[in-house]
């Protein structure tokens, strides 16, 4: 069974149709890319999957349960997870302590616990402790963690926020053009990041990129999509010889 | 990290109760005469005012203007039932702070939806209107002034109170539960698809915040033993969120100095007397432009060598 599936899945702007008809699957443990020119809509279809935008028609199932009606947090907390195309952190926290917040749920001591430092506290505190050092370490960051998280280089903020999201603890990882920015020796090592989180967390991942070099050599499956409806659908390979995207990317002959 | 934690607790205590017994000892001794035994009072009510309204500001990052409303809601709600319900004076305390949580709730509830200046705006409103109804239900005493409260407050509580008011908001800060309320203001969105209840924590901190400022009105109620809606007007939103904006928003140390500081210069000032208000001003706006040049941590740290009772907070 798919992880992930929609059907029909669209909204509008208004007038404008942003994703329209929107149709796919996500089997588990899949890495699937999702490509297609500036303004398709790549953004908009994971602002749907997260419910930060309502969709005005379609379905989107998740492990077998309807997402629609869920809030951001909720979808969050059922294992959905993702990063942003232009980075967001906590800026002005350590970087130890943005892993934190995505471990919020990972424990539930109580506030009453915190004020009154019981020791649900402490044992709380430090499982979360050991569990945001453990993330750090699979990105290499261990070493910054009391760093302001706004002073990290670019392309470790990149990686922060995947490990932020990670914490979470997802079964599906949305990555929002990951590599933008980066030069291509730390695509490089992005492509390699990536492949140890889907071995290492057993995860799927759905990642927009418009570097064609990361795209094609990670991913399993790719969705084209171009005026917010998928025009084709298919491996690496198929999707490299299909005259409809060649076309969308390049222009027609005519 | 808990043997630390534990450890730091200790000293921070025993430190609160060195400082207390100095003052103590100062003010029974002459050293303190009682006018500046009063003011000393009142600084530690400002501590509680400006610490509680860090939580909402500072660590939650939404601007309110509001605190005094909360603050006179405390103060009349731990006034009538001390007058008329004949509760002892720490039961009136947390009867006030209780009354005043419940009222930050019930307007956090619709407004924690707006954000920046829109909220901004709806706490003030929020802060005329409770000055308005104390103005005119009977019970109140209107613009005559509630009279006979019993004279309860004295060092000691008020100096309690602003301990336990830093160690909770402290605490609450350095748990899973204060870093979502950071998250919040570093970016809300973000925060949300981190997986945090948004909501869930605006009106939490903002309920906690109402609830402390609750307790300094009782405090101040019980001190001042006559109240008047309007010394809880805008000004005294303001004076607060000066205190905190002055101390750094997300400082707990700073907003502890800041309180001090701010409580205790008006009265130098009264040498100059006409040109009082001011050259507090001025004072004001030259500390503002400091801080803002980030000289603060110099001179912070110069405070903090001069004035040992700002290390309780000290991390």
Partial sequence: MALLKTEGLGIQFGGLKAVDEFNFEIDKNQLFGLIGPNGAGKTTVFNLLTGVYKPTSGQITFDGKSILKMSPTQITQFGIARTFQNIRLFKNMSVIDNVKVGLHHSQNYSLIASVLHTPNYYKGEEAIEEMALSLLRVFDLDQYAQVKANNLPYGKQRKLEIARALATSPKLLLLDEPAAGMNPTETAELMETIKIVREKFSIAILLIEHDMKLVMGICEKIAVLNFGTVLAFGTPDEIKNNPDVIAAYLGDEE | ?315
């Avoid at chain 2, 509630?146 to 008011?165: D, E, K, R």
């Fill in chain 2, 1 to 315: 990290m808990k043997k630390k934690d534990i450890r730091q607790f200790i000293l921070s205590f025993a430190l609160a109760l060195v400082i207390y017994g100095a003052f103590m000892f100062a003010m029974n001794s002459g050293i303190i005469n009682s006018y500046w035994s009063g003011i000393l009072i009142v600084a530690c009510i400002n501590v509680v005012l400006s610490t509680s309204l860090n939580l909402a500001s500072g660590y939650l990052g939404q601007l309110t203007l509001g605190h005094a409303g909360f603050m006179s809601v405390g103060a009349y709600a731990s006034a009538l039932c001390s007058i008329y319900l004949g509760t002892s004076f720490i039961v009136s305390l947390f009867i006030g702070a209780l009354a005043a949580a419940l009222v930050g709730l019930l307007i956090g509830i619709p407004t924690l939806r707006l954000k920046g200046d829109y909220l901004c705006i709806i706490t003030l409103a929020f802060n005329e209107i409770i000055r308005i109804i104390m103005l005119n239900i009977g019970i109140t005493n209107g613009a005559k002034g509630l009279m006979g409260i019993p004279m309860s407050t004295n060092f000691t509580i008020v100096f309690f109170s602003a301990v336990i008011t830093i160690y909770v908001i402290y605490s609450i800060v350095k748990s899973r539960h204060g870093r979502a309320i950071i998250s919040i203001r570093e970016d809300e969105t973000a925060s949300e698809l981190a997986g945090i209840p948004t909501s869930y924590y605006k009106i939490l901190a903002f309920t906690i915040s109402a609830f402390f400022a609750g307790l300094a009105g009782g405090l101040y109620a019980h001190y001042i033993t006559i109240l008047i809606p309007k010394v809880f007007d805008y000004n005294k939103s303001v004076e607060i969120l000066v205190m905190v904006v002055l101390g750094g928003l997300g400082n707990l140390k700073g907003s502890v100095i800041a309180a001090i500081v701010l409580t205790i210069l008006p009265e130098y000032l009264r040498a100059f007397s006409d040109y009082r208000m001011l050259l507090y001003a001025i004072v004001l706006i030259a500390a503002m432009i400091i801080k803002e040049k980030n000289l603060m941590p110099h001179i912070k740290e110069k405070f903090s060598k001069k004035k040992d009772e700002n290390k309780e907070v000290a991390e």
